[in-house]
């Protein structure tokens, strides 16, 4: 079964706009949240990733927010450009354990 | 480039039949992980191997295996293939065991059953 749910499966937003892509998780011994990032023909690359001692991390654009209690977390991309236009992951594991869990993948697409 | 190296590119096989895919790992690389991407299960973890012994199982099938070589190469091995078989594997490596220390993924194998 999915371990991590995602949502929405697609979005667009028109450039300059914000991105918002959520994600929520059962396992409690979760312990390392990484963003991927996916174009057409090219693996996943690591977009941003958080541990849950934090509730925000950002890194330019890209904004994660997590929130603990909830067992949710979530991708904010700013002022969401062209180039940004992508499938998202994200992702989930316990640190010490050699596997990620993926969410479905959200389509962004954003219109000139 | 990210430095991890997938061959072939595309595969097309017919069912029934056997097929290995390849990956070369970034440079000091010493884990492997492989996965499965379909439109249906998204990405699965199949497997991982760490400096040539495997470390890690996931939702692989019995009808599959891999190795990971002695200069640390890995390659999967798909065989009594299926239409289901048809997606995207990719292989991943990292630097030790851990996620902390960077997971960078190929461009993946497609791979058509027909």
């Known amino acids: 079964q999915q371990q991590v749910k995602q949502s929405p499966q697609s979005l667009i937003v028109q450039k300059g706009g914000i991105s918002i892509i959520n994600c929520a998780y059962e396992?409690?011994?979760?312990?390392?949240f990484p963003w991927y990032q996916q174009f057409p023909g090219k693996g996943p690359a690591l977009l941003i990733a958080?541990?849950?001692?934090?509730s925000e991390k950002k890194e330019g654009r890209f904004t994660i927010s997590f929130n603990k209690s909830a067992k949710q977390f979530s991708l904010h991309i700013m002022d969401s450009q062209p180039g940004d236009s992508a499938t998202y992951f994200c992702a989930a594991s316990k640190d010490r354990d050699y596997k990620l869990s993926f969410g479905a993948g959200t389509t962004v697409t954003v219109r000139a | 480039d990210s430095g991890v190296t997938q061959t072939p590119k595309h595969l097309i096989t017919a069912t029934g039949q056997r097929v290995t895919l390849r990956c070369s790992p970034r440079s000091g690389d010493l884990s492997v992980y492989w996965y499965q991407q379909s439109l249906d299960q998204g990405l699965q973890f199949l497997i991982q191997?760490?400096?040539?012994?495997?470390?890690a199982k996931g939702n692989i099938l019995e009808r599959f295996s891999a190795q990971q070589f002695p200069d640390l190469h890995s390659e999967l091995n798909l065989s009594s293939l299926e239409l289901g078989d048809s997606a995207l594997y990719f292989c991943a490596s990292s630097a030790a065991q851990g996620l902390s220390y960077g997971y960078t993924f190929g461009s993946g194998t497609r791979l058509t059953v027909v």
């Open positions: 191997y760490y400096n040539g012994e495997e470390r």
């Open positions: 958080i541990r849950p001692d934090v």
């Open positions: 396992n409690t011994a979760f312990d390392y």
